[in-house]
């Protein structure tokens, strides 16, 4: 089984900062099958981006992943106040398919 | 317009069972996997497993392997995950989430998501 780790815990940030969200896997994620998920509180979980840097429809291009093997990087341009929330990474290159233990990003 | 509606809050004792069900709507359902994720209060994600309804070729998380089954009902476009005997342990919101395309196999991101049915397993 594939473990995801994420770093920071929590991102304390003001609007208008860039985010820089990690997520490193325990073995190389196949064909950079890596999704990055967005959760608010009393929310589903939104995708955000898939195959590492795909951003799903309707993604701000604010949002930028990159990476491949195992490490893997969500980029949030410039906070907007919509953007602080729980990210989540997830790897579906091998089964079972994990979740990365979220990182929060919040106001400062 | 395509949506997974779940169905509603559930409160049972230990040793019940329980089956809960996800309603696709707004595309063909037999062409895209299934998957179901556990949230426990104040947790993170967990997937649970996934369905092609298909072909009922249906996964397990180690975690989750034999303690509950997951199963689809094609003439109603419903996919449900059930357990035999829940455990307190159980209590968790869980959502039920689209796959991708069938002919890219079981490797899936998750869009869209239900809304989530809240498990709570107390005596």
């Known amino acids: 089984e594939i473990v995801l780790t994420q770093s920071p815990d929590t991102l304390s940030l003001f609007p208008g900062e860039r985010a820089t969200l990690s997520c490193r896997a325990s073995?190389?994620?196949?064909?950079?099958?890596l999704a990055w998920y967005q959760q608010k509180p009393g929310q589903t979980p939104r995708l955000l981006i898939s195959?590492?840097?795909t951003r799903a429809a309707g993604t701000p291009d604010r949002f930028t992943g990159s990476g491949s093997g195992t490490d893997f990087t969500l980029t949030i341009s410039r906070l907007e106040s919509e953007d602080f929330a729980v990210y989540y990474c997830?790897?579906?290159?091998?089964?079972?398919?994990?979740f990365g233990p979220g990182t929060t990003v919040d106001i400062k | 317009e395509l949506q997974l509606v779940q169905s509603g809050a559930e409160v049972r004792k230990p040793g019940e069972s329980l089956k809960i069900s996800c309603k696709a709507s707004?595309?063909?359902?037999?062409?895209?996997?299934i998957a179901w994720v556990r949230q426990m209060p104040g947790k993170g994600l967990e997937w649970v497993g996934i369905?092609?309804?298909?072909?009922?070729?249906?996964r397990y998380s180690p975690s989750f392997q034999g303690q509950v089954t997951i199963s689809a009902d094609n003439s109603i476009t419903t996919t449900y995950l059930q357990w035999s005997s829940l455990q307190a342990s159980d209590t968790a919101m869980y959502f039920c989430?689209?796959?991708?395309?069938?002919?890219?196999?079981?490797?899936?991101?998750?869009?869209?998501w239900g809304q989530g049915t809240l498990v709570i397993v107390s005596s």
């Open positions: 989430a689209r796959g991708r395309y069938y002919t890219y196999g079981v490797y899936s991101w998750f869009d869209p």
């Open positions: 707004g595309y063909t359902f037999t062409n895209y996997w």
């Open positions: 369905i092609s309804p298909r072909d009922s070729d249906t």
């Open positions: 073995q190389t994620v196949s064909k950079s099958y």
């Open positions: 195959a590492a840097s």
């Open positions: 997830q790897q579906y290159g091998s089964s079972p398919f994990t």
